[in-house]
């Protein structure tokens, strides 16, 4: 089973949240950057971000199982004995929740770095790629903590979906091969001297 990894590629909407540069706004760039020199934190307690994640890319007809909610976030000021969020994942409407984590597994009370994976969450249904390229990830700050997000990323579980025959044969182009001698294509690898 192959996987793809989605980082946050814009902001949808947000509460009160700044940088570490006490920037106020949702910079996606200080999230998604394999740096824990930079972050987001919520500059008041209880706030919410809804992030837009990157396109899967070419994954037209794979078949989505599962994912896998990543956060590398600490502690962040005086507020609150511990660091605790929410997440959601749904489509842009948030119609569809593909899945919810509690504040039971995103907490922490260490100021300094913690990364969390949450348990395979599985897909209900029959997912397609546009369904997960129209992806959102929900984030609300809790317990009225104040929380330091280094990273979040959304891990994608799929089978790519099957290839077909991809070599030409007496001009007859691959393209236009369903079958060679009622063999489906997906089952031929090399076809050798065939008259």
Known sequence: ???????????????????????????????????NSTYLY?????QNMTLALDDTS???????????????FQKHGG???DATFDVDIGNS?????FGSVSDLVFTTALSSATTVNTNPINFGGSVSASDVDDMR????????????????????????????????????????????????TASIGKINSVD
């Open 1 to 35: 089973m192959a996987t793809v990894i989605l980082r946050p590629s814009s902001s949808i909407s947000g509460g009160s949240f700044k940088d570490e540069s006490n920037t106020a706004g949702i910079n996606v760039a200080k999230i998604n950057d394999s740096d």
């Open 42 to 46: 919520n500059s008041s307690s209880n």
């Open 58 to 72: 070419g994954l037209s007809g794979a078949t989505f199982n599962s994912f896998i909610v990543s956060a590398t």
């Open 79 to 81: 507020r609150g004995a």
């Open 93 to 97: 409407s948030f119609s569809t929740i």
């Open 137 to 184: 990830l929900s984030v609300t700050t809790t317990d009225g903590t104040q929380v330091r997000f280094f990273e979040l990323s959304v891990t994608i579980s799929f089978e790519a979906a099957a290839a077909g025959y991809t070599h030409d044969v007496n001009g007859v182009a691959a393209a236009s091969i369903g079958k060679v001698s009622s063999v489906a």
